[in-house]
């Protein structure tokens, strides 16, 4: 089967421009999730769907960042304008939430890796 | 708030010697879930495994063991036998049922295996 896929794999970009980052679900997952990467605050969610609905997108860090997940099998997140500090790996997650309350452990993609320069 | 702790930095070890992770975690609610993943030099974080704050079992999977201990908040992980494919960052992480999704990462621990 295949697992969660990004894209792309490696970005770089000058500051200001707009960043789009893609990421398709393993099928038949129904949460969704994006991760961000760094050294200095290693791994935190940015933000969760759950039935391409946005549940917590407390961890975004700015307006300038956006995700939308317009169907079950394709979500983005945007930033515009990117800065430097933007640079990190990208993840996105997916996972299945059971019926009866029970969910499937995160299962990560390979991670986009930003540099903003 | 929930915090996850490993201590450890690096952990460097000869082939076939057996390494111990330790993972240390807080949290206030009864029920969570401890979960452990591998970051090898190539990027990915793959799932490892996952336990529930009910099953204080420690489960063997091949080479890899894992010792659950509610009493001490601890969730250690052991390579048995290391390899060099073993070499890689591994992260212990919490999560709690109403927080799903919101993986508490530890800092992680880089583990180096040389022949």
């Known amino acids: 089967d295949a697992g969660v896929i990004q894209s792309p794999r490696h970005e770089v970009t000058e500051m200001g421009q707009e960043v789009t980052l893609r990421c398709k679900p393993i099928s038949g997952h129904n949460s969704l999730f994006w991760y961000r990467q760094t050294m200095m605050r290693g791994l935190e969610l940015l933000i969760y769907f759950n039935n391409n609905v946005p549940i917590d997108d407390s961890g975004m860090p700015e307006d300038r960042f956006s995700a939308k997940m317009p169907n079950a099998s394709f979500s983005t997140l945007k930033i515009q304008p990117s800065e430097p500090r933007d640079s990190a790996v990208y993840f996105c997650a997916s996972s299945l939430a059971g019926a009866g309350g029970g969910k499937s452990p995160l299962h990560f993609g390979n991670g986009t890796r930003l540099t903003v320069t | 708030a929930q915090k996850v702790t490993q201590a450890q930095t690096e952990i460097s070890v000869v082939e076939k010697e057996d390494v111990t992770l330790d993972c240390v975690y807080e949290?206030?609610?009864?029920?969570?879930?401890l979960f452990w993943y591998k970051q090898p030099p190539s990027g990915e974080l793959v799932f490892l495994i996952r336990r529930n704050s009910f099953d204080e079992q420690n489960e063997i999977s091949g080479r890899y063991s894992w010792n659950f201990q509610k009493s001490t908040s601890s969730f250690n992980f052991t390579i048995t036998a290391s390899q060099v494919v073993d070499s890689a960052v591994y992260f212990c992480a919490l999560m709690t049922t109403d927080s799903w999704g919101k993986l508490q990462f530890g800092a992680g621990t880089q583990v180096v295996v040389t022949p």
């Open positions: 949290t206030r609610d009864t029920t969570y879930y």
